[in-house]
């Protein structure tokens, strides 16, 4: 369970956000990857050399698999799960000429190498995206990939039993299942919905007057369900204004976000534990910055993508996420 956004100011600066909603602890980390770091696919097959330098916040599991990250041109990407309808290419033979990519890994090798989600489709279509078994799950985790850049174009990345789908996503949003073509013809279901006051009515001689303020909005679906998520996230971008002031346009970001964040307790898994918002990110692409807060700490934290690393072609931990919260007392 995940939620993904990309929304523009009016001065079209573009920002690309998530929830990290997932059942398992997490133990996330922002990481800096600088140009020219090399690393090998878990499948031991290719050795590949980043062209861009990025970060991202992922979990160093034996290798560094990030969730979601910039790089250096504004070129944003995010994994969310898409269980029931990923199917991945079979693994080739070791002597196979082809590259392989494994799911965990679609998001370090498009951050790596790509300035612009035209060319991350581009690429995409050249590699084969393989299964593999993750060390905090001990499944194959079923995926689909948002991108977007600084231009606003947002795409989503889907491989399913016919094939691998990449399209243009106009809403600029993404969740779980089904599929992104699904998501938007759903949105229909939902014309109705407004942010306009429910008028008066008459029914014979009875007249019906709203209970308060949100009227409009009524029959907007509030739970927790992919589909839900989705409508709901797309008609708050869709009817919330972005300031053009930068921080404020963040914090109007958060706050659309906050009306899927998951609170422990009201999502169970079948295994008993909870699937909840463990962390909720937004990049400014045009500034190159990550904001983030985490379920304990509701504070934003701001970091801001390095300069060039002067040589040392190392992964970088800028900060852990996960910290106890804290709060600021008033003297009285």
Known sequence: MCTAITVQTPQREAYFGRTMDFSYQLEPELYFIPKGYEWKNLLNTHKIRNQYSFMGIGQDISRIIFADGVNEMGFAAAMLYFPGYAVYDPIASPDSKGLSITALEVVNFLLGLCPSVDQAASLLRSVRIVGAEDSVTHSIAPLHWIMADQSGKCMV???????????????????NSPDLSWHLTNLRNYMNVTSDQTPEREWDSVKLTPFGQGGGTFGLPGDYTSPSRFVRTAWLKSHTPLPADRQAAVNTCFHIMDSVTIPKGAVMTSRGTPSYTQYTAFIDLT?????????????????????ASGGDLKAVSLVRLNKPASFDWLEV
């Open 287 to 307: 500034a190159k910055e990550y904001f983030f807060k985490t379920y304990d700490d509701s504070r934003i934290t701001a970091v801001k993508l390095p300069a």
């Open 157 to 175: 990345a889907e491989k399913t039993a016919d094939g691998l789908h990449i399209m243009e996503n106009p809403m600029g949003v993404l969740t």
